[in-house]
């Protein structure tokens, strides 16, 4: 999780021109109807499936709690990333990163105990 977690915070530290295509369809596409919307959301879908998947992995491995919900985590590690994106580069706070990591060491602590 840690590997994937540090993955998307260098992507999002990247000020490349257009920033994160998958964001940004997200909310032009978002209340759209067609196959280019069911292709974005099957491949959001996807996402969140392998970080459930990898979580699975940690819970068999017993790094997390077996009651552990994958589902939630990969939904509140999605809520933390695209709150990252939104503070770092719409909002250019300094402390974005800084929040971002407090807030995936507290999903992690969350899941352990």
């Given at each position: 999780?840690?590997?994937?977690?540090?993955?998307?915070?260098r992507s999002g530290l990247d000020r490349a021109p257009g920033g994160c295509l998958f964001v940004k369809a997200s909310a032009e596409l978002d209340e759209?109807?067609?196959?280019?919307r069911a292709k974005l959301a099957r491949d959001h879908r996807d996402l969140y499936d392998t970080i459930a998947?990898?979580?699975?992995t940690g819970i068999d491995a017993g790094h997390f709690r077996a009651?552990?919900?994958?589902?939630q985590f990969a939904t509140d590690l999605d809520g933390v990333m695209l709150a990252f994106y939104h503070w770092?580069?719409?909002?250019?706070?300094?402390?974005?990163?800084?929040?971002a990591r407090r807030a995936f060491?507290?999903?992690?602590?969350?899941?352990?105990?």
């Open positions: 999780m840690r590997e994937l977690f540090e993955r998307w915070v759209q109807v067609g196959p280019v998947r990898v979580f699975r009651d552990a919900d994958p589902d770092h580069r719409l909002l250019d706070d300094e402390l974005a990163q800084t929040r060491e507290a999903l992690l602590l969350a899941a352990r105990t």
